[in-house]
């Protein structure tokens, strides 16, 4: 049974900083496709970044320059970057895997991120 389980959300200022983490655990890693999705309070979840086995990179439009998706394959964790924070980032964040042979992707719990001075 695959496992996700995000960390490294919290309270961050504008302007700032923050790398957010996604264990995977349970399965072949290197072979899915990682997404960071993200859902403000009232509204849909959106895509942010995703990356491919093999290291191919998409982003949202609105973080595109702001934020890196990267994956370590021999630790099974993939990281969201996020640089240049600003309120509309405040979200929580999750992080999915999706695989051919799968009829729905695998969720994490979810890293609550809000951006406040």
């Known amino acids: 049974q695959v496992q996700l389980v995000e960390s490294g959300g919290g309270l961050v200022q504008p302007g700032g900083s923050l790398r957010l983490s996604c264990a995977v655990s349970?399965?072949?890693?290197?072979?899915?496709?990682i997404g960071w999705y993200r859902q403000a309070a009232g509204k849909q979840r959106d895509m942010v970044a995703t990356?491919?086995?093999?290291?191919?990179?998409n982003y949202a439009d609105s973080v595109k320059g702001r934020f890196t998706i990267s994956r370590d394959n021999a630790k099974g964790t993939v990281y969201l970057q996020m640089n240049s924070l600003n309120s509309e980032d405040t979200a929580v964040y999750y992080c999915?895997?999706?695989?051919?042979?799968?009829?729905?992707?695998?969720w994490g719990q979810g890293t609550q991120v809000t951006v406040s001075s």
């Open positions: 999915n895997a999706k695989y051919f042979t799968w009829t729905q992707p695998r």
């Open positions: 349970g399965g072949a890693f290197s072979r899915y496709v």
């Open positions: 990356i491919t086995s093999d290291g191919s990179t």
